[in-house]
């Protein structure tokens, strides 16, 4: 598995998302409201990453469920820190953004963090990727 490909791959699902969540607020926030866009946000969001993922998980490299599972939590934890550091650059207060998190006010983004956890796994399965062992796989279980 190559680190430096899951981080790039990452990036762009950050400038995916950014584009999608300036769309989202131009367009889709005023016909909606705020807190209906975001929820919507979230399963389009969701959409973006596995599409993301599914062009990129062969890239990456990473054949086994737990390397796959590794990317995807490397990609949650990078998010969280980007949103909540973009959140405070833009003037959002703390608690507007951990509305975001809170299901019972209507936030999906844990959904979308679990989405994202397993956007990896779930993209690998899709493509058939990792689910056979190779040849030095099985010569090594032989000897």
Known sequence: MNWHRALATWFLIVIAETIHGTIRQLFIAPALGDLPARQVGV?????????IAITFIRWIGSRSFVEQF??????????????????????????????????????????????????????????????????????????
């Open 43 to 51: 399963l389009i969001g969701s959409a973006i990453i596995f599409a």
């Open 70 to 143: 590794r990317v995807g939590l490397l990609w949650v934890v990078l998010i969280v820190i980007f949103e909540f550091s973009l959140g405070g650059a833009l003037g959002y207060s703390r608690e507007r953004m951990l509305s975001d998190y809170n299901m019972a006010e209507g936030g999906f983004m844990v959904l979308g963090l679990l989405f994202m956890l397993f956007a990896p796994a779930l993209a690998a399965k899709a493509r058939g990727f990792g689910q056979h062992p190779t040849d030095s796989q099985i010569k090594g279980h032989l000897s």
